[in-house]
């Protein structure tokens, strides 16, 4: 079992940054990719961005302005923690935001959009930018 806890998030202006966290502990060995999707209201959940061993997948609506971001513990049993840095942020950026992890089926280009390629999700984190 994997465990996700988001943390970060809250409100900010238009053009202004904000850094989303995820710690993942548990059985992080079965979770080679971890991302990001949101969910605007009245919208669907959509994908934001995922890194798999060191290969980087993002939106188009984000890229240039988001990035992920990986750390690694040294540990018997390392956690994992993922980094979603958002910077000259939008009003339509504003949505919830959940960190998933995945790794019991392949993920690729045409596929990281996926939903049900995660199998871990985390509590949701609102990120709110005013115009």
């Known amino acids: 079992q994997v465990q996700l806890v988001q943390s970060g998030g809250g409100s900010v202006q238009a053009g202004g940054s904000l850094r989303l966290s995820c710690a993942a502990s548990g059985a992080t060995s079965n979770i080679p990719y971890m991302g990001w999707f949101r969910q605007a209201p009245g919208k669907e959940r959509e994908a934001v961005g995922t890194?798999?061993?060191?290969?980087?997948?993002?939106?188009?609506?984000v890229r240039g302005r988001f990035t992920i971001s990986q750390f690694i513990s040294s540990q018997d049993n390392p956690k994992k923690t993922v980094y979603l840095q958002m910077n000259m942020l939008k009003p339509e950026d504003t949505a919830m935001y959940y960190c998933?992890?995945?790794?019991?089926?392949?993920?690729?280009?045409?596929?990281?959009?996926?939903?049900?390629?995660?199998?871990?999700w985390g509590q949701g984190t609102q990120v709110t930018v005013s115009s």
């Open positions: 998933a992890a995945g790794g019991s089926l392949p993920l690729t280009l045409a596929s990281w959009r996926n939903e049900g390629k995660y199998t871990y």
């Open positions: 890194m798999k061993e060191g290969m980087t997948y993002m939106a188009d609506s």
